[in-house]
């Protein structure tokens, strides 16, 4: 009676491990996910930012990076107030 109960808790305990590996798993699928659409909303933004703050960290100045972070994010705004609605699905596609 001991073996068995000893055996039941063991493949209780791998299921269990098991099912907290999957969790992890669909967690960062979930996170990934999220980081590829903030980055292809906001990318050529980054980009920018992280352009002018090496021009500045170089000594040449950040001014290029600035404006094209700024032009970036206004391009986005705009982008994300449009209205969007079954008959906008694939106005973006051509």
Not at 49 to 69: F, I, R
């Amino acid at each position: 009676m001991k073996k068995t109960t000893k055996n039941l808790t063991k493949k209780f305990s791998l299921r269990q491990a098991g099912q907290g590996m999957t969790e992890y798993i669909i967690i960062v699928a979930l996170i990934a996910v999220a980081a590829i659409g903030v980055y292809s909303m906001f990318g050529q933004t980054i980009r920018g930012q992280v352009a002018g703050l090496a021009g500045e960290v170089a000594g040449t100045g950040a001014t290029e990076g600035k404006n094209t972070a700024k032009t970036s994010a206004q391009s986005a705004n705009t982008k994300a107030a449009e209205a969007k609605g079954m008959s906008s699905y694939d106005s973006g596609n051509k």
